[in-house]
Structures are given as C-alpha cells and as structure tokens.
C-alpha cells in the first residue's frame, strides 16, 4: 500500500512501482463484487481515470479505493461512471453523417423493416441525431432504434432528451455540416437553461441496460453503431465484442465504428468490405 498524500499533482501513480498492480486488484474486486469487467479495457484508460477519483475522493491510495468501492455501492457506482463517461455530441463528426446519407442510407432503404442497434450510447446525443437523420431521409417510421449502454446514469439522461442550452450551438453547427435538411430548431424546445428534444425522436428509440463485455447478442440489427468505444477495450476484449457484433449483424448489415478505430487486425476482418474506410463504415458479407 502506498500513501499518495505527498505525491506529483500531475500523477499521483507515478512514482509507485506496485500501482498498476493495485489497479488490477481493483478491476478484479470491481468484477466479483458488481459484475462489470474493466480488466480488458486499455490500462492507460483506467489510470488515468482511478487517478482522477484519488484526487476527488480524498483518498491517498488504490487499496483504500478498493475498500472504500467494496463497503460503498455509492461510491461503487460513482467509479463505474468514471470508467464509463463519454465524451459525446450530436452530430458529433459531421462527414460520418454524410456518409451515412450518401452511402448507408441507400442500402437500408432495401430493408422492408430496419433495426439498429446503438451500441454504447452514452447520454444518447448520438442516436437523436441517427433519429433526425433517418427521419429526414423518410425511414425512421419503419425503423426501430435499440440504444443501449451499461451505465445506467447515462441511459437516464439520454432517456430524458434534455441537454443544457450552451451546447446547441455547437450542436447546430455540427447538424449544418452532416448534409442538413432542416433547420436544427425544428427539433428543439429550449426552456430555461436548456434544450429539450422533440417528442417525435423518442417513439422509436428503445433505451436499454447492456454490457458489451459481460452480456450476449442483443437484437438481429441491420446496422451496428458503435463508435469510440472500443478504442479503451484490450486487442483480446475487442475481439471479443465484435464476436458479438458480428453474430448480431444480418448477412449484408452495415458496422460503423468511431474514426479511431478499425477491423484491421481483429479476427473479423475478412468478413466485412468497407461502405466508407474513411469513416470506419463496413458491410458485412453474405454467408454462402
């Protein structure tokens, strides 16, 4: 155990050569305690986010944190939004969403009946802004959107549609930029301090509890989105989600990943060609 209350404000972990051993103590504590498994997620990831919990909590050390997470389900769940929290907006990148209307949008139309699945979606900025673009292109009536994650703080927040009133500008712009139809307005009310979403993009959303690393398949999906997520994951922990995104996918179902990152060298590489490499946007090829 290491006392911490003198350490570098910078990184209060440097200088420990046992530390990163006490943060795998945490991760398997973590695991057999509460269920959820971080111990694939990248290293640099989970330090630098138990650093920042030390330096909040009070606490001078990874042992007492994982005392304190064990005697705490409060502070339990406060560590797995740390691990979890994302940094999302709508329309975040807006050429992945003129993509999606130039080249996805063409492919899903060949679908009486669409289901996506939107894999680890955080506070939901992204899968309102799929809802506006996929009513805009005149599918979202015969589509059903399944967006899921495993912290159940971010799913209550996406559920509400209700975002502070400061990041819509930004959220404009970036909707201006995706190959807009509308004006952003139309899908807003603001009240106060904040913006509320239109009623018409929740009917088809359906928000729901998953893990990626613990749970199975979750729907027959025509496409995949998951993005930015998977850049905190081991190589052996992304294999084993795009295990599940593959069985998950229907023959010809359409994968699209953040913009960091990529098939290349995952065991599924070869049973997807790309709809966009730019925009890690692949298509699953039909099994013969």
Known sequence: MHDLSTEDEQDPLATHQDADLEIELLMEALFRKYGYDFRGYSKAHIRRRVTQRLRT???????????????????????????????????????????????????????????????????????????????????????????????????????????ASNKIKKYSQNYSASGARATFGDYIHTQYDAAILSNSLQKNIVWAHHNLVTDSDFTEAHMVVCRNVLIYFSKELQNKVHQLFFNSLVNGGILCLGNKESLQFTDHASHYTHVDKKQRMYKKIYAE
Not at 63 to 86: R, V, Y
Not at 121 to 137: D, H, N, P, R
């Open 57 to 163: 909590s009070g606490l001078n050390t990874v042992s007492q944190m994982q005392d304190k997470m064990l005697h705490s389900p409060t502070f339990a769940e406060a560590l797995l939004n740390d691990f979890s929290i994302g940094v999302t907006e709508m329309f975040r990148d807006p050429p992945f969403y003129q993509q999606i209307r130039q080249k996805v949008i063409p492919l899903l139309k060949t679908w009486p009946h669409i289901k996506i699945w939107h894999a680890g979606c955080s506070t939901g900025e992204e899968v309102y802004s799929m809802a506006i673009l996929l009513k805009e292109e005149g599918l979202y009536d015969r589509t059903q959107i399944y967006a899921t994650d495993f912290n159940q703080h971010a799913l209550n927040v996406a559920r509400e549609g209700i975002y």
